[in-house]
């Protein structure tokens, strides 16, 4: 029997995205079973894992949907808690055999750029994007796309304004890297234990999340402060593939594949710290997987 290696190493960005990779099972994959696709079961620990980690990076309002004038440009940067699993959660049941899986102990902060271009028609223009750069053992290439649609249903200047918003967003990409078998984990001695050979793995890690919100914000008078409500529900697509050379020339290539809706709420505010800039903070809850929060600042270009 084969063993997939536990996710290990220092709190570092790369280690970071290792993680939100979602495949951090440890188990054992007979070799007859080496070069499938394993579909887990929906309820299954591995699709709880994957669902689990789509919650961090999944492309919510980050904490502000004021409005912007056509062309108008903002720019932000936020970082998200990144939750750690149970152990029980971590424990394969469905693509390998169970066994006791390690504490990753990784840094728990994900950070995102994010680019909002006003439209005409008051729609916003929503972007982020990690570019190839390959950090460590793990190199991500994913992006963000959204495209909402706040608009004022009430409002003066002495009271401030309520507004409805609509919001389609979607996340897509992949992240590479060494992740069942990074280099610390590569071993010679014994060919039934984990990660024999002498070249770490070159996993694929595509997280594929599309969905819709809604929600109501409320804007106070001078637009010195904003606040609000949203749900909304994501389709998840989550997509790994292993890549590992065994030193007796097997090659596992192991495809997991599952598809997931998952309902979404959060709760966002926004302060005004000068004419342009803001602070941002943001609270989003999957509740059948997990809760994050996300702080951050803006920039508005008029």
Known sequence: MRALHTISGPKSAARILAIISGLCFGGAVARAQLNYTCTPPKN????????????????????????????????????????????????PEACYTVKKTENTNLSPVFPRPRVTIGLPGGLLLEGSYLPPIKVADAKPNLGSVALSWPH?????????????????????????????????????????????????????????????E????????????????????????????VGFQYLDAAYDDTKITVDLTRFAVGAG???????????????????????TFRLGAAYTFR
């Open 44 to 91: 299954s620990n591995e699709a709880k894992l994957l669902a689990f980690f789509a919650t961090p990076i999944a492309f919510s309002p980050g904490g502000i949907v004021e409005g912007l004038a056509p062309w108008n440009v903002r720019v932000g940067f936020e970082a998200s808690y990144v939750p750690s699993p149970s152990k029980e959660m971590q424990q």
């Open 152 to 212: 004022r249903l009430s409002g003066d200047a002495e009271h401030g304004s309520l507004s409805m918003l609509l919001r389609a967003h979607g996340t897509f990409g992949k992240v590479e890297g060494s992740i069942t078998c990074p280099e610390d984990a590569l071993q010679t001695d014994d060919p039934s234990a984990a990660c024999y050979g002498t070249s770490k793995s070159n996993d694929t890690y595509k997280p594929n999340m599309f969905g819709g």
């Open 214 to 241: 809604v929600g109501l914000a409320k804007q106070s008078a001078g637009d010195r402060w904003g606040a609000y409500a949203s749900t909304g529900v994501t389709w998840l697509r989550p997509r790994f593939q």
């Open 269 to 291: 505010a926004w302060y005004r710290v000068g004419g342009a800039a803001a602070v941002t903070g943001e609270l989003y809850s999957v509740p059948a997987d997990a809760t």
